[in-house]
C-alpha cells in the first residue's frame, strides 16, 4: 500500500493487525498492450501508472476500499538554518567505505530533498525553504546516528562519534529540521480482506 499509493506508515489508518504482520507473495504480469503504452509514457506517467496498476491489483486480489481524509499528524520542517543556506558550494567527500551514507541529486530542487528525507527521519517532511531554484545536493552521514529528534544530536556522545543526519543538514547544507505539525492526507482503510489462494 505505501508502493502503491505513495505513502509514509502513519499516513495509513484503519488496518487490521494481519495486514501490518502478514507478508505475500505478489505475482502480477501486464498484457503486451499494457506494456506498449507505457513505453510510450514519460518516466514520470510511466510511474504513476504503475502506481495505479498496483491499486487496481490490491483492490481486485484484497478488496481493498480506501479513502482520504485529512489528519493533523508531527512533521518535519525542512528551513534554512542560521548562517544562510550553503546550497550550491561545491563540495567533496572522501569515497572509501566508511560506513557513511551519502544522498546525491543533480539538479533537484529543495522538495526532492523533503521527499528523501521523509524515509529517513520517521516523519513527513516539509520544504520550507523558500528556495526555489534547483542544485546539486551532496549530504554525508553516519546511518548509526541517526536520532529521533533534530536537537538530539548536540550531545557530546554523538558529536565526537560522528556526524548525525541532523548535524549533517546544518555543516553541509545549511539546513535544518523543526519539529511541527501540519493537516496531512490520510488514507483509510474502509475495507480490505486477505486473499484467497489462486
Known amino acids: 500500500m ?5 505513502l509514509q506508515d502513519e499516513q495509513i489508518d484503519g488496518a487490521p493487525n494481519w495486514l501490518k504482520s502478514e507478508r505475500f507473495d505478489i505475482q502480477a ?5 499494457e506494456l506498449t503504452a507505457l513505453d510510450r509514457l514519460s ?7 504503475r502506481h495505479q496498476m498496483m491499486q487496481s491489483l490490491l483492490a ?6 480506501v479513502h482520504e481524509e485529512p489528519k493533523v499528524l508531527p512533521v518535519y520542517e525542512l528551513v534554512v538554518a542560521k548562517g544562510g543556506s550553503k546550497l550550491g558550494t561545491a563540495r567533496t567527500f572522501a569515497t572509501e567505505a566508511d560506513g557513511a551514507y551519502y544522498m546525491n541529486f543533480d539538479s533537484q530542487p529543495v522538495s526532492s530533498l523533503a521527499r528523501a528525507l521523509t524515509g529517513r527521519v520517521g516523519r513527513i ?5 523558500g528556495l526555489t531554484g534547483r542544485y546539486d545536493i551532496k549530504l554525508r552521514y553516519d546511518e548509526s546516528l541517526e536520532a529521533d529528534s533534530p536537537d538530539a544530536d548536540n550531545s557530546s556522545a554523538s ?4 556526524t548525525s543526519l541532523f548535524t549533517a543538514l546544518r555543516e553541509q ?3 535544518q529540521l523543526k519539529s ?3 493537516s496531512i492526507d490520510v488514507l483509510v482503510i474502509d475495507h480490505v480482506e486477505q486473499p484467497s489462494t489462486n
Do not use: C, I, N
Open 2 to 6: 505505501k508502493y502503491a499509493y505513495q
Open 29 to 33: 504480469k501486464a498484457d503486451d498492450t
Open 43 to 49: 518516466p514520470h506517467d510511466q510511474s504513476l501508472a
Open 60 to 65: 481486485s486480489r484484497f478488496q481493498l476500499k
Open 125 to 129: 517532511v516539509e520544504d520550507k525553504t
Open 159 to 162: 558529536r565526537t562519534s560522528g
Open 173 to 175: 547544507l545549511g539546513l
Open 180 to 182: 511541527g505539525k501540519d
